[in-house]
T-cell receptor, first 116, second 110 residues
Framework: DAGVIQSPRHEVTEMGQEVTLRCKPI?????LFWYRQTMMRGLELLIY????????DSGMPEDRFSAKMPNASFSTLKIQPSEPRDSAVYFC??????????????FGSGTQLSVL | DAKTTQPTSMDCAEGRAANLPCNHS???????VYWYRQIHSQGPQYIIH???NNETNEMASLIITEDRKSSTLILPHATLRDTAVYYC???????????FGKGTKLTVNP
């Protein structure tokens, strides 16, 4: 298995532009998580899905952020419009489920986002 | 909010055992303790998890106190490649999501 695949690896954009980050979870995994990491705030959970349904989006910073999971093999995190403070590494992770024994997360390599 | 407490940093000599402590005093009976590590610029990597009993795998050992309020991750023979930030994730407060704290930055010295 190729693991969790994220694209792009690096994204540089200008303030105000739309940014779309992509994630392909491990086949057979039912849960998908989006995290954001900065030096100041560490690793923050933004949103997670279970069986393609958003379960908890309380970590999404504001309305400029949106996430979708149209099917079991693909998810997107969109920022529109982007701002410099959105610069961070965004990680996607998947697991067999949530809670208990199934909460073992497999992380992708991340997308380094720089908003100028 | 992370409900675990870990030292900010630790040092260990190469070849020696690294013992990383974690306090999770509010953990409930059915909540697992998970350990992950993050090597610079990579995604976090699962190490081990446990509920009550001590656990061992090819990467590490996990010792959980009888009252389950704390645990220790043991890397039996630390190498330079074990230099990383180690995260202990304990109580989820009934939520299913895994919340990462600040972790412990372990530096393995030659």
């Amino acid at each position: 298995d190729a693991g969790v695949i994220q694209s792009p690896r690096h994204e540089v954009t200008e303030m105000g532009q739309e940014v779309t980050l992509r994630c392909k979870p491990i086949s057979g995994h039912n849960s998908l998580f989006w995290y954001r990491q900065t030096m100041m705030r560490g690793l923050e959970l933004l949103i997670y899905f279970n069986n393609n349904v958003p379960i908890d989006d309380s970590g999404m910073p504001e309305d400029r952020f949106s996430a979708k999971m149209p099917n079991a093999s693909f998810s997107t995190l969109k920022i529109q419009p982007s701002e410099p403070r959105d610069s961070a590494v965004y990680f996607c992770a998947s697991s067999l489920g949530v809670g208990g024994l199934t909460a073992k997360l497999f992380f992708g390599s991340g997308t380094q986002l720089s908003v100028l | 909010d992370a409900k675990t407490t870990q030292p900010t940093s630790m040092d260990c000599a190469e070849g020696r055992a690294a013992n990383l402590p974690c306090n999770h005093s509010t953990i409930s009976g059915n909540e697992y303790v998970y350990w992950y590590r993050q090597i610079h610029s990579q995604g976090p990597q699962y190490i081990i998890h446990g509920l009550k009993n001590n656990e061992t795998n090819e990467m590490a050992s996990l010792i959980i106190t009888e009252d389950r309020k704390s645990s220790t991750l043991i890397l039996p023979h630390a190498t330079l490649r074990d230099t990383a930030v180690y995260y202990c994730i304990g109580p989820q407060g009934g939520s299913e999501k895994l919340v990462f704290g600040k972790g412990t930055k372990l530096t393995v010295n030659p």
